[in-house]
């Protein structure tokens, strides 16, 4: 099935449409939470736990693929997922919590996913070994809203919900060698806008510390188009990045 550009841009319309609608939900209940609860005193066992924090992330990520063949009078569609990719991550932001129990934070965060993997050939007493790094890039800013539902003595567990927006690329990195020829050659799988969902559940440890169970849901894929002008032909990949990490924020 071969989706053209007008079809992929209502797609990208309604995401947004429904994140909007999404953030709005939460700053209602955010602001509704906040004012039936009474605020806290900074005197309180679990502190004041407001403020500027940076973080780290570890863990993995899946990837799903499509690619979509499309030739004069036919299309075709191939799907190839795949899982684990390693990741890592950082973020910086600001955290506000409103009372005790529930809080809004914004922050920018970068990942970076990899796969790399090699393969050794043997043919008429020749030996080819080939290696390929498949890369994934993603950048963006972040609102959530948190919510506390324990606390005992200043280790609290809660959950947090909320939206990204930003860019991502995939990549694909291949070195050949045979004989004493090497032979590398770099391609842009697929690179765009990115609007994923942010769910976790944390642990608050005082005022400073912060470890999380992290998921971060891709709405729409990044895509790239490629032509065959010779021989007529078009595919367009197609590329979502589930991203599941653990994390660790320190709270100044």
Not at 34 to 59: H, M, N, Q, R, Y
């Amino acid at each position: 099935m071969n989706i053209d550009f007008g079809q992929n841009l209502i797609a990208t319309k309604r995401a947004t449409n429904l994140a909007l609608g999404a953030a709005t939900f939460m700053a209602l209940s955010v602001a509704s939470a906040s004012a039936a609860t009474p605020p806290p005193t900074k005197s309180g066992k679990s502190g004041d736990i407001s403020g500027f924090f940076l973080g780290a992330e570890v863990g993995y990520q899946a990837n799903f693929g499509k690619t979509t063949t499309t030739e004069t009078n036919a299309s075709t569609t191939a799907e190839a997922n795949g899982f684990p990719y390693g990741n890592v991550g950082v973020k910086l932001g600001y955290t506000h919590f409103f009372n005790k129990w529930v809080g809004i934070r914004g922050y920018a965060n970068y990942h970076y996913g990899f796969t790399y993997n090699t393969s050794i050939t043997t043919e008429a007493n020749a030996t080819t070994k080939t290696s390929i790094l498949t890369s994934y890039h993603q950048v963006a800013g972040n609102v959530e809203a948190t919510f506390k539902f324990f606390d005992l003595n200043g280790v609290g567990l809660g959950a947090y919900a909320g939206l990204g927006a930003g860019y991502g690329t995939a990549n694909t990195s291949s070195t050949s060698t045979e004989a004493a020829t090497t032979t590398t050659t770099d391609t842009k799988v697929a690179s765009g806008f990115v609007l994923p969902i942010n769910v976790g559940l944390e642990v608050y440890m005082g005022k400073h510390h912060n470890a999380s169970l992290n998921f971060r849901i891709p709405t729409i894929a990044t895509t790239l188009t490629t032509t065959d002008t010779a021989g007529g032909t078009t595919a367009k990949n197609e590329v979502r990045n589930l991203i599941i990490t653990l994390g660790y924020s320190y709270t100044f």
